[in-house]
């Protein structure tokens, strides 16, 4: 029942800027770190950035500077911040959380669908 749904892709172009979300929903007991990962064509997926529960967040070295990860724990969602966006940034971004549905269960992991980000020069 546990689902991530992210939004906010679409189409920018070089130098401009978007902010995807995800929001996870369902039966959820804690969810610890939050992530985005990317996949661009011919390319294997990537992380992204995460952000632990307590804040604490890390970024690709591709990235760094130019985007930042945020979360609302009490809505259960994650944001990512892309500004400077270039042409290699061209991906589906997918969300990605560690979720415990019951107290007494190990954390597992959940993939949202994904959503397009395209950058055009």
């Known amino acids: 029942q546990v689902q991530l749904v992210e939004s906010g892709g679409g189409l920018v172009q070089a130098g401009g800027s978007l902010r995807v979300s995800c929001v996870a929903s369902g039966r959820i007991f804690s969810i610890n770190a939050m992530g985005w990962y990317r996949q661009a064509p011919g390319k294997t997926r990537e992380l992204v950035a995460v952000i632990t529960s307590g804040g604490s967040t890390n970024y690709a070295d591709s990235v760094k500077g130019r985007f930042t990860i945020s979360r609302d724990n009490a809505k259960n969602t994650a944001y990512l911040q892309m500004n400077s966006l270039k042409p290699e940034d061209t991906a589906v971004y997918y969300c990605?959380?560690?979720?415990?549905?019951?107290?007494?269960?190990?954390?597992?992991?959940?993939w949202g669908q994904g959503t397009q980000v395209t950058v055009s020069s």
């Open positions: 990605n959380a560690e979720i415990r549905v019951l107290s007494f269960q190990k954390p597992n992991p959940y």
